[in-house]
């Protein structure tokens, strides 16, 4: 026998596939053994983590072993903590047996980067175990899911081979404790079988938010401390308590867990904000929207925001160096826009204001139009943006740009673009939201609009915008006599009698 001594077999053991032939072979020696060894699956309490191979003078067949089900088991937490509602993480502990690897200590980093697909990965687990009989050397904790019958595929042994490393592998009891599970596996342990796990979230500051289906809720708390546990920064979770529907598209919110502190701080296009997320809208998923449009502004443009929030539209507007109008109902929203207007060192640049949206277009924004079109040339530098993010109901307001500008001189250049948004159901969403708008401004938008996909917000739901540069037919013309009906019979009607002609 050469280096891999029947010594070293003792100490190591084989796997059980080995052990249930009569006669095997050692992957490195070539050499044969007879099967006269029992693997004992007991705690040796000579050697911690190690199982025993035990010589014995008679034949020995593996029953259907504890180990072999286990290591199926590996990423799961221990089964009693199934239905636990309030968390006890000394439940989760658990002993698993996985394959390790002896090596010399000098040599570990190298063989930990030659098999890095092959070594166990597990939050807060440490790869190589203390070897208690050599000092000299460590073991290396093997993933049991990538070798299965705890033997060593070729490319590993060849790559042992050159590192002049015996590929057998022994059998370790490793315990498994709460820090060592993910979130998911945590949560599938302990909610009801079969039943939807999830451990998404979308994270505010140092807050989590969350929102839970009925059959979650008698775990909340548990989830709540769960996230916090496995997500760094993370201090405060949350769950939304009714559907967004208030006017100020903020949510009723039940504290889980960590602290009751809503407000918060985030950064958002390398921007940061601070808000009260009880009391404020924030969405983490409308960054790309949000830099998406400014960077359709030049310096010098003009941003009216007319459901401005605290500002993501137009604190980097305003950093880019154009004039800002933003606007919000909401006197918190204003409060927050306000303080971020500081923040961010732009108060000079944005001029706030909280009021309706329909007054703010009807007030502030056509009194600086009706001061600033007159005056552009014929290929103004300056454009005028109004940007009306407030999907559920935006497309409504459209219909106020309708003889806003009646009586001022008609300027054709520089018309004001609008950036507007709304929800569709529809199997052809921007065809949809175009007719919507098209029913509001009561003119046909076709091949003077475009639209823009901005994310699904549900299944069979999606926020779009649609942008267009509202037509001077639409700002200048006087109302029609048949103007009182309802919006959608006016489209109707201005449809069949053919798109509007621009009046001078
Ligand atoms: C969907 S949020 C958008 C906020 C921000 N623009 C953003 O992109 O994150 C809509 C905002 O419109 C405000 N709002 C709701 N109804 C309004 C109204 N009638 N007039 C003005 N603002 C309103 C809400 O307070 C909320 O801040």
């Not at 208030?246 to 950064?267: C, D, P």
């Not at 969405?283 to 929030?309: C, M, Q, W, Y």
Request: proline content about 6%; some cysteine.
């Amino acid at each position: 026998m050469n280096n891999f001594s029947s010594r070293t077999l003792w100490r190591f053991g084989y796997s059980a596939r080995l052990l249930k032939t009569n006669h095997f072979r050692t992957a490195a020696s070539n050499t044969s053994f007879p099967a006269v060894w029992i693997l004992s699956a007991q705690y040796s309490g000579r050697i911690p983590g190690l199982f025993l191979v035990v010589k014995k003078n008679r034949f020995f067949t593996m029953p259907e072993t504890v180990e072999d089900k286990a290591n199926l088991e590996l990423y799961s937490p221990h089964p009693e903590v199934r239905g636990m509602t309030l968390l006890d993480r000394e439940a989760f502990k658990r002993t698993v047996v996985v394959p390790v690897l002896k090596v010399k200590k000098e040599i570990v980093n190298t063989v930990l980067k030659s098999l890095k697909h092959t070594v166990l990965q597990r939050p807060g687990l440490k790869r190589v175990a203390e070897d208690p009989e050599d000092g000299d050397s460590r073991l290396v904790i093997l993933d049991p899911h990538k070798i299965p019958g705890f033997s060593l595929g070729e490319s590993e042994q060849e790559i042992l081979k050159e590192l002049n490393v015996c590929p057998e592998v022994s059998k370790y009891n490793l315990e498994l404790t709460y820090e060592n599970f993910k979130s998911e596996e945590i949560l599938r342990a302990v909610l009801p079988e079969g039943q939807e796990v999830t451990s998404g979230f979308s994270r505010v500051g140092h807050i989590a938010h969350l929102n839970l289906r009925d059959h979650q809720l008698p775990y909340r708390h548990l989830i709540g401390q769960v996230i916090i546990d496995k997500n760094p920064g993370i201090t405060c979770v949350v769950n939304k308590t009714n559907i967004i529907d208030s006017t100020y598209r903020n949510f009723q919110m039940e504290v889980l867990a960590g602290e009751g502190n809503l407000i918060t701080k985030v950064k958002e296009n390398n921007i940061a904000y601070e808000l009260d997320f009880s009391k404020v809208y924030w969405n983490p998923r409308l960054s790309t929207e949000h830099s998406r449009i400014v960077e359709l502004l030049k310096p010098s443009d003009v941003l009216f925001d007319v459901f401005a929030g605290i500002g993501p539209f137009a604190i980097p507007a305003a950093k880019k160096k154009c004039h800002v109008f933003a606007n919000d109902l909401n006197p918190e929203s204003y409060n927050w826009l306000l303080h971020n207007c500081k923040l961010n060192k732009v108060d000079n640049k944005i001029k706030a204001f909280n009021m309706d949206g329909r007054d703010f277009l009807l007030g502030p924004v056509r009194e600086e139009l009706s001061k600033e079109l007159p005056l552009l040339k014929e290929e103004p530098k300056t454009s005028f943006h109004i940007v009306m993010n407030l999907p559920a109901l935006a497309i409504e307001f459209l219909d106020v740009f309708r003889h806003l500008l009646v009586g001022e001189p008609c300027s054709t250049a520089g018309l004001p673009m609008v950036h507007c948004y709304g929800f569709s159901k529809h199997d052809d969403p921007a065809k949809d939201i175009q007719e919507r708008a098209e029913a509001s401004l009561g003119t046909s938008l076709d091949g003077r609009c475009s639209t823009h996909l901005v994310r699904n917000v549900a299944p069979n739901k999606e926020m779009l915008c649609i942008s267009f540069q509202i037509p001077a037919d639409v700002l200048y013309k006087r109302p029609c006599p048949d103007e009182g009906k309802p919006a959608s019979k006016r489209l109707r009607a201005s449809k069949d009698s053919s798109e509007e002609k621009l009046l001078s």
